[in-house]
């Protein structure tokens, strides 16, 4: 079974940086898909940015020109930098990967979650 576990959520003031980071237990290579999604309290998960095995990627409008995905193969994991923080981007972050696909831009595997909070 392949595991994914996030890091680098925490606590950062508007306008701030993260990185989160994702290590999968498995070669990363072979999962097609890794992306992204984040879960506010009362909302719908919803995906913040996705990356395929070639590099194309997809971001939310809402974050386009702020954050960016990248996967590192060598290492096994998949980022993602979060600059210029806004209070409406507080939210349980999750990683998800997959070899095939759920939908266009989701696997089946996601990892547990890390937290992030966004305030003054």
């Known amino acids: 079974q392949v595991l994914l576990v996030e890091s680098g959520g925490g606590l950062v003031q508007p306008g701030g940086s993260l990185r989160l980071s994702c290590v999968a237990s498995?070669?990363?290579?072979?999962?097609?898909?890794m992306g992204w999604y984040r879960q506010a309290p009362g909302t719908k998960r919803e995906l913040v940015a996705g990356?395929?095995?070639?590099?194309?990627?997809n971001y939310a409008d809402s974050v386009k020109g702020r954050f960016t995905i990248s996967r590192d193969n060598a290492k096994n994991t998949l980022y993602l930098q979060m600059n210029s923080l806004k209070l409406e981007d507080t939210a349980v972050y999750y990683c998800?990967?997959?070899?095939?696909?759920?939908?266009?831009?989701?696997?089946?595997?996601w990892g547990q979650g890390t937290q992030v909070t966004v305030s003054s």
């Open positions: 998800n990967a997959g070899i095939g696909r759920v939908t266009p831009w989701m696997g089946a595997l």
């Open positions: 498995t070669n990363i290579f072979s999962l097609n898909i």
């Open positions: 990356i395929t095995s070639g590099g194309s990627t």
